[in-house]
T-cell receptor, first 109, second 113 residues
Framework: AQRVTQPEKLLSVFKGAPVELKCNYSYSGSPELFWYVQYSRQRLQLLLRHISRESIKGFTADLNKGETSFHLKKPFAQEEDSAMYYCALHAGNNRKLIWGLGTSLAVNP | DAGITQSPRYKITETGRQVTLMCHQTWSHSYMFWYRQDLGHGLRLIYYSAAADITDKGEVPDGYVVSRSKTENFPLTLESATRSQTSVYFC????????????FGPGTRLLVL
């Protein structure tokens, strides 16, 4: 079955500390993975796509097919990074995304 | 991001009433989606549409109806609202190519009393 797992509901770190939000997926084919972010009371917006291999707002994410993971990392967290982060998987020919339950990141001063 | 809008942004209604949430996008995207967002459940897909006059059920379609008579509009109707439908509803759209990025509306907060 196709599934996305974000094991942490809440992650709390101090400003300047490294942060890693975990995402594991289950899919036998070639996945396309995304990280979306939702700041307080705002719409969801795309943060990263694995195919772009880009760094956005200091965040990076590498697809590890061996571990079926797509963890989101940032070396030095900022208070403005506090948000809900969702990992999503596109698998197959249909156009739906499969979503994780989200991780709420709190960056404390 | 201003290309996809939702109305109303906030709605209070009573159990048993019919409610329609509107979604409009200006990109002529083929695909449109309706999600509900609830604590502990993340985002759940209600319905989606691949093109005008083509709709399909998502994970949690019961109690909802959609239509897509025009590419740019994708209204979601709660035929007889229930308290369990109290939620934040997000509409999203994406183009028809291989790019899978979905673009989200600002959301509608619905309270069913």
């Amino acid at each position: 079955a196709q599934r996305v797992t974000q094991p942490e509901k809440l992650l709390s770190v101090f400003k300047g500390a490294p942060v890693e939000l975990k995402c594991n997926y289950s899919y036998s084919g070639s996945p396309e993975l995304f990280w979306y972010v939702q700041y307080s009371r705002q719409r969801l917006q795309l943060l990263l796509r694995h195919i772009s291999r880009e760094s956005i707002k200091g965040f990076t994410a590498d697809l590890n097919k061996g571990e079926t993971s797509f963890h989101l990392k940032k070396p030095f967290a900022q208070e403005e990074d506090s948000a809900m982060y969702y990992c999503a998987l596109h698998a197959g020919n249909n156009r739906k995304l499969i979503w994780g339950l989200g991780t709420s990141l709190a960056v404390n001063p | 991001d201003a290309g996809i809008t939702q109305s109303p942004r906030y709605k209070i209604t009573e159990t048993g009433r019919q409610v329609t949430l509107m979604c409009h996008q200006t990109w002529s995207h083929s695909y449109m989606f309706w999600y509900r967002q609830d604590l502990g459940h993340g985002l759940r897909l209600i319905y989606y549409s691949a093109a005008a006059d083509i709709t399909d059920k998502g994970e949690v379609p019961d109690g909802y109806v959609v239509s897509r008579s025009k590419t740019e509009n994708f209204p979601l109707t709660l035929e007889s609202a229930t308290r369990s439908q109290t939620s934040v509803y997000f509409c999203a759209s994406k183009g028809g190519g291989s790019q899978e990025t979905q673009y989200f509306g600002p959301g509608t907060r619905l309270l069913v009393l």
